[in-house]
């Protein structure tokens, strides 16, 4: 079974529109963090949030969890073109080893 | 910013061969890892590295892999005898803090070194 599925697999929105991505996961975990990845680059953190956490703020980012349903949300307001990548959600439980899920594909149009 | 280096961005090689990808963590960080992600799949963990020694492997880092902090910033995985299905892209990571410590860290990446195994 998947730890880590992102949906919507795909997400194509205007500039200046809100893109929401959520994520789901199967165990308990200790904290959960959202990655970027530009196509065939590396990975960029984005944000941290830990199991006793209930909502994180980071600019235009903000991102939920909720542990009694297993899922995080990634919202980015007011978007650019720029953010156009994938985004992928990662679990860590009770070890140093994240688990990334299968990530959304976002498409900006300016 | 600090920021997680990796060499080569990219390195070609025939099947059999050894290869060495190399990383710079971050200079105040006690966790490293290795991860990979084979082109469309998910990242997968290799390896996670702290005090000298390896902390965690997963079941793809079998005896043909191996990592080494050869010097105080340097850190390595050797894979001994290439295969076609070691081709992936693989990231380095490392974070200021992690399990052993009492708590879960960001992890930081590097830009990754894309394997081609011919």
């Known amino acids: 079974s998947q730890q880590g599925e992102e949906d919507p697999q795909a997400l194509s929105i205007q500039e200046g529109e809100n893109a929401t991505m959520n994520c789901s996961y199967k165990?308990?975990?200790?904290?959960l963090q959202w990655y970027r990845q530009n196509s065939g680059r590396g990975l960029v953190h984005l944000i941290l949030?830990?199991?006793?956490?209930r909502e994180k703020h980071s600019g235009r980012l903000r991102v939920t969890l909720d542990t009694s349903k297993k899922s995080s949300s990634l919202l980015i307001t007011a978007s650019r073109a720029a953010d156009t990548a994938s985004y992928f959600c990662a679990t860590g439980y009770n070890t140093d080893k994240l688990i990334f899920g299968t990530g959304t594909r976002l498409q900006v149009f300016p | 910013e600090p920021e997680v280096t990796q060499t080569p961005s990219h390195q070609v090689t025939q099947m059999g061969q050894e290869v060495i990808l190399r990383c710079v963590p971050i200079s105040n960080h006690l966790y490293f890892y290795w991860y990979r992600q084979i082109l469309g799949q998910k990242v997968e963990f290799l390896v996670s590295f702290y005090n000298n020694e390896i902390s965690e492997k997963s079941e793809i880092f079998d005896d043909q892999f191996s990592v080494e902090r050869p010097d105080g910033s340097n850190f390595t995985l050797k894979i001994r005898s290439t295969k076609l299905e070691d081709s992936a892209m693989y990231f380095c990571a490392s974070s200021e803090w992690g399990l052993q410590g009492g708590a879960l860290y960001e992890q930081y990446f590097g830009p990754g070194t894309r394997l081609t195994v011919t």
């Open positions: 165990t308990s975990i200790n904290n």
């Open positions: 949030i830990r199991s006793n956490e």
